[in-house]
T-cell receptor
Framework: GQNIDQPTEMTATEGAIVQINCTYQ??????LFWYQQHAGEAPTFLSY????GLEEKGRFSSFLSRSKGYSYLLLKELQMKDSASYLC??????????FGQGTTLQVKP | SAVISQKPSRDICQRGTSLTIQCQVD?????MFWYRQQPGQSLTLIAT?????????ESGFVIDKFPISRPNLTFSTLTVSNLSPEDSSIYLC?????????FGQGTRLTVV
């Protein structure tokens, strides 16, 4: 079976750092994606990891450990506009993406 | 990155009718997918749209209810048939290659 877990909700303070975790158990692995989705909008691509390690892209970084079935998305210098849902998705052998339930992040002043 | 145009962006439909959603990609892509996102929830994969052959449906989704066409490598349609209020949702097209997966802006369907 396939299972992707993320926390449902998180709250953080403007200017701080927040880490959103994702654990997965899937049949086959061809990469892990993170998306940001604001209410009423389509998901926006943030990052892609297929090898172990950290990928940094501006204020956002994503980490992958394939042996542990674990990833996290790190958001630095949080801004109010970062309030959104963050979706973890795993690509299996057939190329299709399976999504976790998403983490709603609220950034407070 | 691929640019995906999806239309209509929203529609209100009567029970028992059908809605066809179109997805156009600005470049040829191998993989195209259709997702449903119900209010407050994450994305659920409906099917993989295969070019030149029948779509591959996920558990719980059937061709009679969600017929899909993919005549070429840049275009696909999803039809939601025999609409009921339970079909009210956002439908999203996705496309991309191995390390990419981009989304259209979505179609918000309301069934009355």
């Amino acid at each position: 079976g396939q299972n992707i877990d993320q926390p449902t909700e998180m709250t953080a303070t403007e200017g701080a750092i927040v880490q959103i975790n994702c654990t997965y158990q899937t049949s086959g692995f061809n990469g892990l994606f993170w998306y940001q989705q604001h209410a009423g909008e389509a998901p926006t691509f943030l990052s892609y990891n297929v090898l172990d390690g950290l990928e940094e892209k501006g204020r956002f970084s994503s980490f992958l450990s394939r042996s542990k079935g674990y990833s996290y998305l790190l958001l630095k210098e949080l801004q109010m506009k970062d309030s959104a849902s963050y979706l973890c998705a795993v690509k299996g052998n057939t190329g299709k993406l399976i999504f976790g339930q998403g983490t709603t992040l609220q950034v407070k002043p | 990155s691929a640019v995906i145009s999806q239309k209509p962006s929203r529609d209100i439909c009567q029970r028992g009718t059908s809605l066809t959603i179109q997805c156009q990609v600005d470049s040829q892509v191998t993989m195209m997918f259709w997702y449903r996102q119900q209010p407050g929830q994450s994305l659920t994969l409906i099917a993989t749209a295969n070019q030149g052959s029948e779509a591959t449906y996920e558990s719980g989704f059937v061709i009679d209810k969600f017929p899909i066409s993919r005549p070429n490598l840049t275009f696909s349609t999803l039809t939601v048939s025999n609409l009921s209020p339970e079909d009210s949702s956002i439908y999203l097209c996705s496309a991309g290659e191995s390390s990419e997966a981009f989304f259209g802006q979505g179609t918000r369907l309301t069934v009355v």
